[in-house]
């Protein structure tokens, strides 16, 4: 039976839908001023420069994505991807910038050495939607595979940070994304992993009907009272007090600090480097301090 709250709507009568992603629902978690910069103000306050670590994750993606095109699916193929399609923003230096290349080459190597290139995923970078009542809930999963009959949500890390199991049981993305798998295929899909480039660590965990309708009515939540949110932003624009700026560890990590006078207070604000942990050694990942760091992706927009 699919999970509760994962049902259609009825015809006839389109709801207002909401838009909701995991990431979109995150940001209002962790800081509702910081939603507001990136989803309500227009136009979008600029955001800062983009953060090496996530220049790190962008090229280590493209090149997973990509080298399921290839004829040659080698370990040195996806190597060869991971340089040619290199991002070299926000690194310190040209130094800096080239040892992260060459070390993502080789994790991208030897995680691909544990595949298998002959079986193709069901879905690569795949974007899902499901509607719940009235929350329109869409997400882009890494990659979707199938084995032993089974279809399997895989999730690709490049954080410093090893995740844990705990992270892959615990993460509305995960949960979001299995559930919209189950509602697209008409499926059962229960089973979610984590897959951590750099150690080549997988950690998983498997779903019930019951946990997975638990995380969409959490998300649901979340959503409704962002919804009010913005409702009460339409009304009062940027007066509006639905956004209280949450001030705390994440501010120094903050893309919009530069628009938020509390979140400066905070500081002094981390080097574009500084979650690569080369040179600032007591700067915590941003994702181990995030409100729910099983959510946070590589700095990836959905
Ligand atoms: S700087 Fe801090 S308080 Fe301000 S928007 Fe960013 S996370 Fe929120």
């Given at each position: 039976?699919?999970?509760?709250?994962?049902q259609g709507t009825f015809p006839g009568m389109p709801p207002s839908l909401?838009?909701?992603?995991?990431?979109?629902?995150?940001?209002?978690?962790?800081?509702?001023?910081?939603?507001?910069?990136?989803?309500?103000?227009?136009?979008?306050?600029?955001?800062?420069?983009?953060?090496?670590?996530?220049?790190?994750?962008?090229?280590?993606?493209?090149?997973?994505?990509?080298?399921?095109?290839?004829?040659?699916?080698?370990?040195?193929?996806?190597?060869?991807?991971?340089?040619?399609?290199?991002?070299?923003?926000?690194?310190?230096?040209?130094?800096?910038?080239?040892?992260?290349?060459?070390?993502?080459?080789?994790?991208?190597?030897?995680?691909?050495?544990?595949?298998?290139?002959?079986?193709?995923?069901?879905?690569?970078?795949?974007?899902?939607?499901f509607v719940s009542g009235t929350v329109r809930f869409t997400g882009r999963?890494?990659?979707?595979?199938?084995?032993?009959?089974?279809?399997?949500?895989?999730?690709?890390?490049?954080?410093?940070?090893?995740?844990?199991?705990?992270?892959?049981?615990?993460?509305?993305?995960?949960?979001?994304?299995?559930?919209?798998?189950?509602?697209?295929?008409?499926?059962?899909?229960?089973?979610?992993?984590?897959?951590?480039?750099?150690?080549?660590v997988v950690v998983g965990h498997r779903h019930t009907s019951e946990s997975?309708?638990?995380?969409?009515?959490?998300?649901?939540?979340?959503?409704?009272?962002?919804?009010?949110?913005?409702?009460?932003?339409?009304?009062?624009?940027?007066?509006?007090?639905?956004?209280?700026?949450?001030?705390?560890?994440?501010?120094?990590?903050?893309?919009?600090?530069?628009?938020?006078?509390?979140?400066?207070?905070?500081?002094?604000?981390?080097?574009?480097?500084?979650?690569?942990?080369?040179?600032?050694?007591?700067?915590?990942?941003?994702?181990?301090?995030?409100?729910?760091?099983?959510?946070?992706?590589?700095?990836?927009?959905?």
């Amino acid at each position: 039976m699919a999970p509760e709250g994962v049902q259609g709507t009825f015809p006839g009568m389109p709801p207002s839908l909401y838009a909701a992603s995991a990431s979109k629902l995150n940001a209002f978690l962790d800081c509702p001023r910081r939603y507001r910069f990136a989803y309500l103000d227009r136009p979008t306050p600029p955001k800062r420069t983009q953060r090496a670590h996530t220049s790190v994750g962008n090229a280590v993606h493209n090149a997973l994505r990509d080298w399921w095109d290839r004829a040659d699916r080698t370990p040195q193929a996806g190597a060869a991807l991971v340089r040619e399609g290199w991002i070299d923003v926000g690194f310190r230096d040209g130094a800096q910038s080239a040892r992260w290349r060459d070390r993502s080459e080789a994790a991208v190597a030897a995680y691909l050495t544990g595949l298998d290139g002959g079986r193709q995923p069901v879905g690569i970078e795949r974007t899902v939607a499901f509607v719940s009542g009235t929350v329109r809930f869409t997400g882009r999963i890494d990659r979707l595979d199938e084995r032993d009959g089974e279809l399997v949500v895989v999730d690709y890390k490049t954080s410093r940070r090893v995740p844990s199991v705990d992270e892959a049981r615990s993460s509305m993305a995960l949960a979001l994304y299995a559930a919209a798998v189950w509602k697209m295929f008409r499926r059962p899909t229960y089973a979610v992993e984590l897959h951590h480039v750099p150690s080549g660590v997988v950690v998983g965990h498997r779903h019930t009907s019951e946990s997975l309708a638990r995380q969409v009515e959490r998300a649901k939540s979340i959503a409704q009272e962002a919804r009010r949110a913005d409702a009460d932003y339409a009304r009062a624009g940027a007066a509006s007090e639905a956004f209280a700026p949450v001030v705390g560890p994440l501010c120094r990590w903050c893309d919009f600090r530069a628009h938020c006078p509390e979140g400066q207070q905070v500081g002094p604000e981390h080097s574009g480097w500084a979650a690569l942990g080369e040179d600032e050694p007591g700067a915590p990942d941003p994702r181990a301090v995030a409100a729910d760091d099983g959510e946070v992706s590589d700095g990836r927009d959905e």
